[in-house]
C-alpha cells in the first residue's frame, strides 16, 4: 500500500469512527418490531424496555451549540444496559478538511464504577424516557435503582450524563462511586490547529473539573440517593474552562421547554401533536456555532458545520419564521448570505455559467459538488422566496434580491426545447437515475417563479414579476406535456425521460400545488408499489426508503384536499416514529445512514403541520392563506404562537369555519379557504 493511501485509510478511520454500535443497527427484518412504547404527561415519550424482552436496542441523536451526540442504547442477551456515546465537535477539524472532518469519538466503556459490599453493581433497564434527553431508568439485584440522564451542553462542546442512585430497599446501604481518568489523543499531523483530546471527567459536584481517579463513598437510608455527573468533551490546549454542570442542565431544559412551547399543535391525536413538538426540538437543536457563524446542519454522524441547497436552503430555513427560533432565523440568513460567493457573477452568458455549489463545507472554508448541478440553484430560490415572504421585511428582501434574479436566470437558462428544467441529478445525488431533466428540479422552478413574482410585486419590480408569472405559466403546461404520463397504470408523471418505475417524488407537483394529476398521484404514492408499514421507497424497483420523500407526499396530499388519506397516514407516520422501533424523529434512509436523525426531516414533518394541514402560505406583504384540512376524525385542529412576520398569533379550524386570534382581538371567517391580512387585520 502507497503511503498516501495508507494516510487516506487512517484519516477515515481516525476521523469517522462508527457512530452507531453494531448491536444497533437492525436488519431490514427488524424494522418494524412492535414495542412497548406510549406517550406519558406533557409529550414524553415512554418505553418499558423491559417489557420487549433483552437484546434490545435503539439509537438517538441531540445537539448543542459546539456539539452533537448519538446514542446507542439498549440491552445485551442477558438483559443488561448497553451505551455508546459518539460524540462530534463541528469546531474541531481534521486533516484533509473534508465534509466529514469534524472531530468525533466513540466513549464506549463507564469512566466510573457503582459497587455496594464491595460488588459492582449490573443496571438491566426498566424504562426509558424521551423528551430534549435520554433517560434510562435501571435496577439493580441489590435493590437499587440507577437512572442516568443523557443530554448535550448547549454552550460547551460536551455530553454530560447525570447519574442518579436510589436505595430501593428498606435498610441503610452503602456505595463505592470510582470514578477513574479518561482521556484519548488525536495524532498530531491529523489535527488542524493543534492536538485534540477526548476526555470524560466524573465530577461529584455541579462544578466542572478535569479528569482524575479518585473515590466517593454515600450513605444512604431507604429512598434516599445520591448523584454524580459524567461529562464526555473533546478540545483543544488547556481544556475546558470551568463551568457549572447544573447550568448546562438548565439550560438544555430551557431550550426543550420553549421548543415544546414556541409553536402549539392541538388536534384530537395526540400523538400528532406530540410529535410536531419532538420535530420542532430535533430541527431547531442542530445548529452549531462556528467561525462563519450559526449554520443548521443535518448531523447522522456525518454532516457538521456545513450547508446544503435541500437540506438547510430549501427543507429546513423555511419552517423557522413559523416558529419564531431567533438561532434559526439568524442561522437561515447566514446559510443564504454564505451561499452567494458561490454565484457566477462572471461576464459569461448564463447558460455558460457554473452552477452553484451544492454544499459549503469545513465551517466555511469550501465546498462539494460531487454530484454536479442537482437543481442547486433551484432549490435555494425556492427556500429562499418562502423565508422571505414569511419574514414580510422590505429591507431582507430588497438584500437578497439580486441572488433570487440571478437563481432564477440560471435556471432559465437551463430550459430545454420542451420547456422543462434540466439539471445533472437531483437531490439524491445520482443514487437513482434522473435523467436530464426530472420532475423535481421543474418543479421547485415553478414554486420559486410563483413565490418571487410576489416579492417582485412587493418591492415594485414590475419587470421580473411578469417575467416570472409567464415563464410559471409556461412550465406548468410544459411540466403536464413532458412530464404527465401513465406510470404502471397510475395517470401520474413519469420522472425523467425513459422512466418506467413509480418514483416517490411523484408528490412533488402537489407540493407546489399542480392538482391536475392528484387523484392519481396521490393513489400512487399509497399504493403497494411504493407504501408499506409506514415507509416509501423512493422507487418501486428497489427496496430503499428515504424519509424525505414520505414527507413531501404527505404535505402534497393535505395541499391537494385529500384531508381523510393525508391526516390518516400522517398519524400512522406518527405512530411509526414517535412510538415504533426507532423512535423518537423522523429520519434519513434504509438500509443508507442506519435510519439517522437528520435534523432537516424534523422540519419537513413540521411542514406538513403549517403548510399541509393548514394551508399556511403567505400570498402578499404580511398576508397569511390560511387554507386547513379536516376529516371525521380530525374536525377541529388549532395551531397556537405562530410567529410569521414576526408577530405572534393563534388559529383554530373547524366545521364552521376559521378563527384567528392576534392583539387580543379574534377575527373570524366561516370560509375554509381565506387570506388574512395583517396589514388591515381582517380576512379578505
Not at 182 to 197: L, N, T, W
Not at 304 to 318: G, I
Not at 484 to 489: K, P, R, T
Request: glycine content about 6%; some cysteine; charged content about 25%.
Amino acid at each position: 500500500m502507497k503511503v498516501k493511501d495508507r494516510f487516506y485509510e487512517f484519516h477515515a478511520s481516525s476521523l469517522r469512527p462508527r457512530p452507531f454500535a453494531r448491536w444497533a443497527m437492525p436488519k431490514s427484518d427488524e424494522l418494524y418490531k412492535k414495542t412497548d412504547k406510549y406517550l406519558g404527561e406533557n409529550s414524553e415519550v415512554i418505553w418499558n424496555i423491559s417489557s420487549d424482552g433483552a437484546g434490545v436496542s435503539d439509537h438517538i441523536e441531540m445537539a448543542g451549540f459546539f456539539a452533537s451526540a448519538i446514542i446507542s442504547y439498549g440491552t445485551d442477551n442477558k438483559g443488561r444496559l448497553r451505551l455508546m456515546r459518539h460524540l462530534t465537535v463541528p469546531s474541531l477539524r481534521f486533516q484533509p478538511n473534508l465534509t466529514g472532518s469534524s472531530f468525533s469519538h466513540n466513549f464506549n466503556a463507564d469512566s466510573f464504577l457503582i459497587s455496594q459490599k464491595g460488588k459492582k453493581t449490573v443496571e438491566t433497564p426498566d424504562k426509558v424516557l424521551i423528551k430534549g434527553s435520554l433517560k434510562i431508568i435501571s435496577h439493580s439485584r441489590c435493590d437499587t435503582e440507577i437512572t442516568r440522564e443523557l443530554l448535550p451542553a448547549v454552550n460547551e462542546p460536551a455530553l454530560i450524563e447525570k447519574v442518579t442512585v436510589k436505595n430501593c430497599s428498606g435498610s441503610e446501604k452503602e456505595y463505592v462511586v470510582s470514578a477513574k481518568s479518561y482521556a484519548k489523543k488525536a495524532p498530531d499531523f491529523i489535527c488542524i490547529g493543534g492536538s485534540i483530546f477526548a476526555e470524560t471527567s466524573v465530577c461529584f459536584d455541579s462544578k466542572f473539573e478535569h479528569p482524575q481517579n479518585r473515590q466517593e463513598k454515600y450513605t444512604l437510608n431507604p429512598n434516599e440517593s445520591f448523584t454524580f455527573y459524567c461529562v464526555h468533551y473533546a478540545h483543544q490546549g488547556a481544556g475546558l474552562s470551568e463551568f457549572s454542570i447544573t447550568d448546562e442542565i438548565s439550560a438544555r431544559k430551557k431550550f426543550t421547554d420553549e421548543m415544546f412551547s414556541s409553536l402549539v399543535l392541538k388536534t384530537p391525536h395526540p400523538e400528532l401533536d406530540a410529535q410536531f413538538s419532538h420535530c420542532i426540538l430535533r430541527g431547531s437543536e442542530s445548529i452549531f456555532k462556528t467561525k462563519s457563524g450559526l449554520m443548521h446542519s443535518p448531523g447522522g454522524g456525518n454532516y457538521y458545520a456545513a450547508l446544503w441547497t435541500n437540506d438547510q436552503c430549501e427543507y429546513a430555513n423555511p419552517f423557522f419564521p413559523f416558529s419564531g427560533y431567533k438561532a434559526g432565523i439568524e442561522q437561515s440568513i447566514n446559510c443564504y448570505s454564505l451561499y452567494e460567493k458561490y454565484m457566477d457573477k462572471s461576464d459569461k452568458p448564463m447558460k455558460d455559467k457554473r452552477a452553484l455549489v451544492t454544499s459549503i463545507i469545513a465551517e466555511g472554508d469550501g465546498y462539494w459538488n460531487g454530484a454536479g448541478d442537482r437543481g442547486d440553484g433551484e432549490m435555494y430560490a425556492y427556500g429562499l422566496s418562502r423565508f422571505l415572504l414569511e419574514m414580510s421585511d422590505i429591507e431582507l428582501i430588497k438584500r437578497f434580491w439580486d441572488s433570487l434574479i440571478w437563481c432564477l436566470d440560471f435556471a432559465l437558462s437551463r430550459k430545454t426545447q420542451d420547456g422543462i428544467i434540466a439539471s445533472d441529478s437531483d437531490e439524491l445525488e445520482n443514487r437513482f437515475e434522473s435523467g436530464n431533466a426530472n420532475l423535481f428540479t421543474s418543479c421547485i422552478t415553478y414554486d420559486a417563479l410563483g413565490n418571487c413574482s410576489v416579492l417582485a410585486e412587493i418591492i415594485g419590480d414590475s419587470e421580473h414579476k411578469q417575467l416570472w408569472l409567464d415563464e410559471r405559466k409556461a412550465l406548468r403546461d410544459a411540466i403536464e406535456e413532458y412530464f404527465g404520463a401513465n406510470v404502471e397504470g397510475f395517470d401520474t408523471y413519469r420522472y425523467y425521460d425513459g422512466n418506467k418505475d413509480l418514483r416517490s417524488w411523484i408528490c412533488m407537483p402537489l407540493t407546489v400545488e399542480i392538482f391536475d394529476r392528484a387523484d392519481e398521484t396521490v393513489k400512487a404514492l399509497f399504493s403497494d408499489r411504493l407504501y408499506k408499514d409506514g415507509m416509501m421507497k423512493s422507487t418501486s424497483a428497489n427496496e430503499t426508503t428515504w424519509d424525505r420523500s414520505l414527507l413531501f407526499a404527505l404535505r402534497g396530499v393535505l395541499l391537494a384536499g385529500k384531508a381523510d388519506i393525508g391526516i390518516k397516514e400522517t398519524v400512522n407516520y406518527c405512530r411509526n416514529r414517535l412510538l415504533g422501533s426507532h423512535c423518537p424523529y423522523p429520519f434519513e434512509a434504509f438500509p443508507e445512514g442506519n435510519r439517522a436523525h437528520l435534523a432537516a426531516e424534523s422540519l419537513l414533518f413540521a411542514r406538513i403541520i403549517t403548510e399541509g394541514l393548514f394551508g399556511l402560505r403567505v400570498v402578499g406583504l404580511n398576508k397569511l392563506r390560511i387554507k386547513p384540512q379536516l376529516s371525521e376524525d380530525c374536525n377541529k385542529i388549532a395551531l397556537e404562537n405562530v410567529k410569521l412576520f414576526s408577530e405572534c398569533f393563534d388559529i383554530t379550524a373547524n366545521s364552521d369555519g376559521i378563527s384567528l386570534k392576534y392583539n387580543e382581538n379574534v377575527y373570524k371567517t366561516d370560509s375554509l379557504n381565506a387570506v388574512f391580512d395583517f396589514n388591515t387585520c381582517c380576512f379578505e
